[in-house]
């Protein structure tokens, strides 16, 4: 096989693939909706493993955190095993079957119960097979961090692994086979695998895959080539060992930890998400991704047509800390999040290396999932609904700087792609270059019959960036010579946005209007600040005069920004950034399918669409995380008065109920839209709206 160099495009996000029906779990079949993943990653100088495991107990605490899923640990990332292995290498502290016991534990209480894998990283097999390991290009072993210097005794910086290569054809690979063959044969009744840890590399040089990338071709020198290798060869181990459990069992649930995270991006787009049943989209939002990851990670996947699940965790500040408690209403404003965005909910836990389930930990979580019961058949199953599209570039920066806008707006979205032009009014593209001719042809076409786009910087750009790929009515020059700029905004686009000249913190890209008609222009400084030429503490001031060059340009159904605003928002969160967008959103948008009035920015909302119960749900959320030290924390669940949505789609709407009370709203129709003064709530509440 022949891998040639791929620009950072991805052309085949939105086609899954096609798997065996056996294999396959759709949207409209949900994952259980009140789950627990159990850590257990327990080290050989802990003694008595599992001494304090009672069956009684174990369950009693799943009963008191309401849960009916838990992933439960058959291999950790010490490399030891939790069952009687022939194959892998028992914990040699443990003198029991604990994977059998919690097993039967949980299926005796209706509990489903999937087995936890460690791939990518297990000491035991990293220490055993050194030449399993992971490789840089000269040699040396991957592990970021790793002091190999280090004394016994010094301090080992934390999530410090070796790290491993599981890629198909190598002997790593398949002793995995082997081991999980025989977890499928030990424990017939199994519910699925959960296997852990595929985002540890984005290239590997060792004898294994330099053997594999000659005979396919690569040029090692070529990154991009040498990143698509790596990853094709990693799906291609996941495809086997899919097929392996499908063997067993085809209605198991498989799900490979990491794929589904859009930041990894040479492994995303080449879609080995394909190979799990569903997507766990893992998260901890108080110190790792953030309360605004979940929404774009739901919505991307939930469009693919399998159920998803949000992924959090108990812990305070990182995954597996021991003695880390979140606050009982962070636990719950997450989970209702997980709901409000289609997804089931998963909450993280540490086993102690005792077996002993701390009971205040499912009485945190149990206060969650009290909630969740009454909510969660509004969530799972039900697909998002929107009339704007943002379009995904893989640029973190680029396109959470546009989903940090719009979830603040409450200009509920979508992810746009090719094929679903047909279905939008306004489509979003962030300032990465990620169109191909091909796309750029079809966007153009849909704006020729009516479609509206707002387009960032160089987002209209082809990827050598040389030319416009979108008629935005401006011809492109070139970059800036400046380090930073100004905008003076015109009355068309001013509403709410001073008068004078506003800071860009980067400068935006030279341009010169054609078609289009200027709404705001660029203000340059007098020079750039240098050790040679500077003027006070940081930026130099604006020239008197506008420069010739346009910061907003509007061309028919096209709105085009010289700035890209998104990565700047996401980096530098200036709100007359946002507002400048909201008014382009507002030039252009005519009939979103949901309008949300009073509720604060750190509100959040979803529409979603559940079809087979012939409604649609408006969830709303409120609860502003407080930066406390590096952590961000969930404390003022205050009430929200006041707020009222506007809903307009197809379907004639019948009945409004308000959950989680059940309570019959009034409703005033409008045409084809309808209007619902939403009564006081706290935290979350949803807005059921039924049709015929």
Same mark, same amino acid.
């Given at each position: 096989?022949?891998? +040639?160099?791929?620009?950072?495009?991805?052309? !085949?996000?939105?086609?899954?693939?096609?798997?065996?029906?056996?294999?396959?779990?759709?949207?409209?079949?949900?994952?259980?909706?009140?789950?627990?993943?159990?850590?257990?990653?327990?080290?050989?100088?802990? %003694?008595?493993?599992?001494?304090?495991?009672?069956?009684?107990?174990?369950?009693?605490?799943? +009963?008191?955190?309401?849960?009916?899923?838990?992933?439960?640990?058959?291999?950790?990332?010490?490399?030891?095993?939790?069952?009687?292995?022939?194959?892998?290498?028992?914990?040699?502290?443990?003198?029991?079957?604990?994977?059998?016991?919690? $097993?039967?534990? !949980?299926?005796?209480?209706?509990?489903?119960?999937?087995?936890?894998?460690?791939?990518?990283?297990?000491?035991?097999?990293?220490?055993?097979?050194?030449?399993?390991?992971?490789?840089?290009?000269?040699?040396?072993?991957?592990?970021?961090?790793?002091?190999?210097?280090?004394?016994?005794?010094?301090?080992?910086?934390?999530?410090?692994?070796?790290?491993?290569? %599981?890629?198909?054809?190598? =002997?790593?690979?398949?002793?995995?086979?082997?081991?999980?063959? #025989?977890? !499928?044969?030990?424990?017939?009744?199994?519910?699925?695998?959960?296997?852990?840890?595929?985002?540890?590399?984005?290239?590997?040089?060792?004898?294994?895959?330099?053997?594999?990338?000659?005979? #396919?071709?690569?040029?090692?020198?070529?990154? &991009?080539?040498?990143?698509?290798?790596?990853?094709?060869?990693?799906?291609?181990?996941?495809?086997?060992?899919?097929?392996?459990?499908?063997?067993?069992? =085809?209605?198991?649930?498989?799900?490979?930890?990491?794929?589904?995270?859009?930041?990894?991006?040479?492994?995303?787009?080449?879609?080995?998400?394909?190979?799990?049943?569903?997507?766990?989209?893992?998260?901890?939002?108080?110190?790792?991704?953030?309360?605004?990851?979940?929404?774009?990670?739901?919505?991307?996947?939930?469009?693919?047509?399998?159920?998803?699940?949000?992924?959090?965790?108990?812990?305070?500040?990182?995954?597996?800390?021991?003695?880390?408690?979140?606050?009982?209403?962070?636990?719950?404003?997450?989970?209702?999040?997980?709901?409000?965005?289609?997804?089931? !909910?998963?909450?993280?836990?540490?086993?102690?290396?005792?077996?002993?389930?701390?009971?205040?930990?499912?009485?945190?979580?149990?206060?969650?999932?009290?909630?969740?019961?009454?909510?969660?058949?509004?969530?799972?199953?039900?697909?998002?609904?929107?009339?704007?599209?943002?379009?995904?570039?893989?640029?973190?920066?680029?396109?959470?700087?546009?989903?940090?806008? &719009?979830?603040?707006?409450?200009?509920?979205?979508?992810?746009?792609?090719?094929?679903?032009?047909?279905?939008?009014? $306004?489509?979003?593209?962030?300032?990465?270059?990620?169109?191909?001719?091909?796309? /750029?042809?079809?966007?153009?076409?849909?704006?020729?019959?009516?479609?509206?786009?707002?387009?960032?910087?160089?987002?209209?750009?082809?990827?050598?960036?040389?030319?416009?790929?979108?008629?935005?009515?401006?011809?492109?020059?070139?970059?800036?010579?400046?380090?930073?700029?100004?905008?003076?905004?015109?009355?068309?686009?001013?509403?709410?946005?001073?008068?004078?000249?506003? $800071?860009?913190?980067?400068?935006?890209?030279?341009?010169? /209007?054609?078609?289009?008609?200027?709404?705001?222009?660029?203000?340059?400084?007098?020079?750039?600040?240098?050790? /040679?030429?500077?003027?006070?503490?940081?930026?130099? =001031?604006?020239?008197?005069?506008?420069?010739?060059?346009?910061?907003?340009?509007?061309?028919?159904?096209?709105?085009?920004?010289?700035?890209?605003?998104?990565?700047?928002?996401?980096?530098?969160?200036?709100?007359?950034?946002? #507002? &400048?967008?909201?008014?382009? @959103?507002?030039? $252009?948008?005519?009939?979103?399918?949901?309008?949300?009035?009073?509720?604060?920015?750190?509100?959040?909302?979803?529409?979603?669409?559940?079809?087979?119960?012939?409604?649609?749900?408006?969830?709303?959320?409120?609860?502003?995380?407080?930066?406390?030290?590096?952590?961000?924390?969930?404390?003022?669940?205050? =009430?929200?008065?006041?707020?009222?949505?506007?809903?307009?789609?197809?379907?004639?709407?019948?009945?409004?109920?308000?959950?989680?009370?059940?309570?019959?709203?009034?409703?005033?129709?409008?045409?084809?839209?309808?209007?619902?003064?939403? %009564?006081?709530?706290?935290?979350?509440?949803? @807005?059921? &709206?039924?049709?015929?």
């Amino acid at each position: 096989m022949n891998i +040639k160099k791929i620009s950072n495009h991805f052309f !085949c996000l939105f086609f899954p693939l096609v798997l065996s029906a056996q294999m396959q779990r759709t949207i409209d079949q949900p994952m259980p909706t009140r789950q627990v993943h159990l850590d257990f990653h327990t080290s050989e100088y802990i %003694p008595d493993i599992g001494k304090r495991f009672d069956k009684k107990q174990f369950q009693e605490a799943l +009963k008191v955190g309401r849960v009916n899923h838990i992933n439960i640990f058959s291999k950790g990332h010490h490399g030891w095993s939790y069952y009687p292995t022939k194959i892998g290498n028992i914990h040699p502290n443990l003198d029991f079957d604990l994977l059998g016991q919690q $097993l039967e534990a !949980c299926h005796e209480i209706g509990v489903k119960a999937p087995f936890y894998f460690t791939i990518g990283w297990s000491t035991n097999d990293a220490e055993e097979h050194p030449e399993w390991l992971i490789r840089n290009k000269d040699g040396s072993i991957n592990a970021p961090g790793y002091d190999w210097n280090a004394e016994a005794d010094a301090e080992r910086p934390t999530y410090l692994w070796k790290r491993l290569d %599981p890629s198909i054809g190598t =002997p790593y690979h398949n002793h995995i086979m082997k081991q999980v063959e #025989e977890i !499928c044969k030990m424990y017939p009744d199994f519910n699925g695998f959960w296997f852990d840890i595929y985002h540890v590399a984005k290239r590997n040089y060792n004898q294994f895959a330099m053997t594999r990338m000659k005979k #396919e071709g690569i040029n090692i020198n070529d990154t &991009l080539a040498v990143e698509r290798s790596h990853a094709l060869a990693i799906k291609a181990h996941m495809k086997e060992l899919r097929n392996l459990v499908a063997k067993y069992k =085809p209605e198991a649930t498989v799900y490979f930890n990491a794929v589904t995270r859009i930041e990894d991006v040479s492994l995303f787009k080449e879609r080995l998400f394909d190979m799990d049943t569903h997507q766990d989209l893992e998260d901890l939002p108080t110190t790792w991704g953030g309360y605004n990851k979940l929404p774009l990670d739901a919505k991307y996947h939930l469009q693919q047509g399998v159920p998803a699940v949000g992924m959090s965790g108990k812990f305070h500040k990182a995954w597996g800390e021991f003695g880390g408690f979140k606050h009982p209403d962070a636990i719950k404003y997450e989970a209702a999040a997980m709901i409000s965005f289609g997804a089931s !909910c998963n909450f993280g836990d540490q086993l102690h290396p005792s077996g002993k389930m701390d009971i205040e930990t499912y009485k945190n979580i149990g206060e969650a999932y009290q909630y969740v019961e009454k909510i969660e058949e509004y969530g799972p199953g039900g697909i998002p609904v929107s009339k704007l599209g943002m379009w995904m570039t893989l640029n973190e920066a680029s396109d959470h700087g546009v989903v940090n806008m &719009l979830l603040e707006t409450h200009d509920d979205f979508i992810v746009a792609n090719e094929n679903n032009l047909e279905d939008l009014e $306004l489509v979003i593209i962030p300032s990465e270059p990620s169109l191909n001719e091909e796309q /750029a042809q079809k966007l153009n076409a849909w704006v020729k019959k009516g479609g509206k786009l707002i387009v960032f910087g160089a987002g209209a750009l082809n990827f050598e960036k040389t030319k416009f790929l979108l008629d935005v009515g401006a011809d492109y020059i070139r970059p800036s010579d400046f380090q930073f700029d100004y905008t003076v905004v015109k009355k068309d686009i001013g509403k709410g946005i001073v008068t004078t000249p506003f $800071l860009n913190y980067d400068a935006g890209l030279l341009t010169t /209007a054609t078609t289009g008609t200027v709404l705001a222009s660029i203000r340059e400084p007098y020079f750039n600040r240098t050790y /040679a030429k500077f003027n006070g503490h940081r930026e130099t =001031p604006y020239k008197l005069e506008d420069s010739p060059y346009p910061a907003v340009v509007k061309n028919g159904n096209i709105i085009f920004f010289a700035h890209d605003l998104d990565q700047l928002y996401y980096a530098d969160g200036v709100r007359i950034h946002r #507002e &400048l967008v909201k008014n382009a @959103i507002e030039n $252009l948008y005519r009939s979103p399918n949901l309008k949300v009035e009073n509720l604060p920015s750190a509100g959040r909302v979803s529409l979603l669409k559940q079809e087979k119960d012939k409604r649609y749900v408006a969830h709303l959320l409120y609860a502003p995380a407080l930066l406390r030290g590096e952590v961000s924390v969930i404390e003022d669940l205050l =009430p929200v008065p006041n707020v009222e949505i506007t809903v307009d789609v197809s379907e004639t709407i019948t009945k409004v109920i308000q959950i989680p009370d059940g309570k019959p709203l009034e409703f005033i129709r409008e045409g084809s839209k309808i209007k619902v003064k939403v %009564p006081t709530f706290t935290m979350h509440t949803g @807005i059921l &709206l039924l049709y015929e």
